[in-house]
Structures are given as C-alpha cells and as structure tokens.
C-alpha cells in the first residue's frame, strides 16, 4: 500500500502549504479553541483527554464547550447535543462527552460552523475544545493537544499502508502540548504523561442516572461471578480496557466488537441472552438503554485519567486568561447538566 500512502502524504503536505501560504484560509472564532487530536487514526486515548481538558479549563474559571464532528451520525449540518439526544443523531463520543463533562456540545463535519452555533446557543462559553480536530485547518486554534498512545507513530507509514494521518513532525509544532497516554513517551516529542486507570464500575442504569462508580463494586463484582465476566469493548484497540478489567482482578471473556459498534436496536445483543454479568466502557453504555438488557447484569466501567500537573501549566500558558462571567446569564440555553 506504501503508493497510495505517498499520494495521501503529498494531498495532506500540500493541503497544509496551501493553508500556509494563505491561498487557504483559517477562520478565527470569538473564543479561543483548543483542538484535541492525535496522528494516528484511532484509539489513542482524544476522547479522556477532551474530557480532561474540559475539566481543567472549568476548574481554571472559563466556561468551556466542545464541537466534534460526531463519527456515524447520519444528519447533514450542525446539532446541538441534548442528553436524549440519539447516538445516530450525533455519535457515541459526543452523546458521552456532553453526559461525562456537562459542557455543551455542537457536533457537525464543518467545526467552524458547529463553533458559531455552540457560541449562539450558549453565549457564556469563552472557549471551545474541538474534539478530533487536529487535521481540521479550516478552524483556528489557539493551543492543540497532540495525544499518543504506547504505539506511538506506530510503523511510522501513512494511511493506508500504516495508522499515521500525517507524517510524524521532527519537533513540537508551535502552541502545541504533546501527551502521552502512556507509561513514557512512545515518540521522540517532547511531552507530558497521563495515567489511565479504573474507577470502578456502576450498573447501567445508575450510571445513565448519573451514579459513579466505585471500585467496592468492582470488587464484589469480582467476588460474586463464579463464571468469567463476559467484557464487550466496542473500542478500535480494546485490549487495552480487557488489560486492565484483569489487573483489577476481574475473571472475564473478551468480546472485541468493531470501533464505534452500532448495538442493533430490538435484535439480539452480542452476548448470549443467558449471560449473567457483561461489562462494558461508557462509550459502548451510550447505545444500550437498560430496559432492553433483559436478566443480564449490565456493568459501566469508568475510567480515571488524570494528565499530570506539566501538562495543566503547559497548556494554560498558551490560553488567555478567562473571561468573568455571571453565573446565570440571560438566554444561556438549558440541558447543559450532566444526566
């Protein structure tokens, strides 16, 4: 495939000359963005970091909203995210972002566009984290994330003889903070580290109220199931999630399903219809509704993860300093609570 990898590399080299150069041109929004992305395509850990990131910037004083694209959704255009809001309407990770974080979400293939809908439904946002948003020109940005997992640049090829949606860069591009969701830097970037680890797991139904998990019912998960636990990880590197379901001391079967798996709505789910326990991430929890599990005990895990504090002043010394705002501002939509 090396070919059509070199004729991918030279469409992508020139499309970033021609933003360059300025024959193309980025559009700047009202508040500053942060982009969330990575360079290999899949699985290196952008959706915890969005999460993360909304969190710092809310902790830091700004009011933060996210745009994504929303991977799968069928609409044309730009939607605004609503708890009820179904996943076909706007992807699994959007639905869980604005669950997780509480922050508005404008999800749309055009960012620009999202953006301004986001900023006009929602005018106390002062800055906007796009997620997956790396390879987006058209939007400006004031910072980006660079986010790798322990594969790094992986073979080091581009699509599609490898995983790298654009060449490795021989330095850290400017205003941009390189994190590794990884035990140490798997690329020679500099960078900071995050850690990964469970919080637990939740039934499913607590958790679409709004529960934590708590590892005590990890625990007595682990205790009670004579039986493996089936682990259903719609994720593109599950592995990773099944690892650690074992490092917690949980007896499990795998069951890898493809990345963003559309759980058929009234047909049969993945697991036997006898299963007892099934364990899954909340991006798969995002798609099952609890009334449809039948007897099977349906578990969300959660996951912890925490970039480290060079990570924090790496990336707010790129930010302007945060706008006061009232706390209640008049016309500021509704449904920005987490469910």
Same mark, same amino acid.
């Given at each position: 495939m090396w070919p059509v990898a070199a004729v991918f590399g030279a469409l992508t080299a020139l499309r970033r000359t021609l933003y360059r150069v300025g024959w193309l041109r980025a559009t700047t929004l009202p508040a500053p963005v942060v982009v969330v992305g990575n360079l290999v395509a899949g699985g290196a850990g952008k959706t915890p970091t969005v999460?993360?990131?909304?969190?710092l910037l809310r902790a830091r004083g700004f009011v933060p909203g996210v745009v994504s694209r929303g991977h799968g959704r069928r609409e044309a255009g730009c939607l605004l995210v609503q708890p009820a809001t179904p996943v076909e309407q706007c992807g699994d990770e959007p639905l869980l972002l604005? &669950?997780? #974080?509480?922050?508005?979400v404008c999800v749309g293939r055009d960012r620009v566009a999202a953006g301004r809908m986001l900023l006009a439904h929602h005018p106390t946002v002062d800055i906007i984290v796009s997620d997956d948003g790396l390879q987006h020109l058209a939007l400006a940005r004031s910072a980006q994330v660079l986010v790798f997992d322990a594969r790094g640049a992986a073979n080091g090829w581009l699509l599609p003889a490898g995983p790298l949606r654009e060449r490795l860069p021989l330095r850290v591009p400017p205003r941009t903070v390189v994190l590794y969701n990884a035990p140490r830097a798997s690329t020679p970037l500099p960078g900071t580290l995050a850690r990964g680890q469970l919080s637990g797991v939740v039934p499913l139904a607590a958790w679409w109220r709004g529960e934590p998990a708590s590892k005590e019912a990890l625990g007595k998960l682990a205790e009670s199931s004579g039986a493996p636990v089936v682990a259903a990880a719609g994720l593109a590197y599950p592995q990773r999630f099944f690892t650690?379901?074992?490092?917690? %001391?949980?007896?499990? #079967? +795998? &069951?890898?399903? +493809?990345?963003?798996?559309?759980?058929? $709505? %009234? $047909?049969?789910l993945p697991w036997p219809a006898d299963t007892r326990d099934v364990v899954v991430t909340e991006k798969d929890a995002v798609k099952l509704a609890p009334a449809a599990m039948g007897a099977t005990r349906v578990w969300v895990a959660t996951l912890d993860f925490r970039p480290d504090a060079a990570f924090d002043a790496a990336l707010l010394a790129l930010l302007p300093a945060p706008v006061t705002v009232p706390a209640t501002a008049p016309g500021e939509a509704d449904g920005n609570a987490p469910a």
């Open positions: 999460i993360a990131v909304v969190q604005h &669950l997780r #974080t509480g922050a508005p650690m379901l074992g490092d917690a %001391g949980l007896r499990i #079967t +795998p &069951l890898p399903l +493809p990345d963003h798996y559309a759980y058929p $709505a %009234g $047909a049969a």
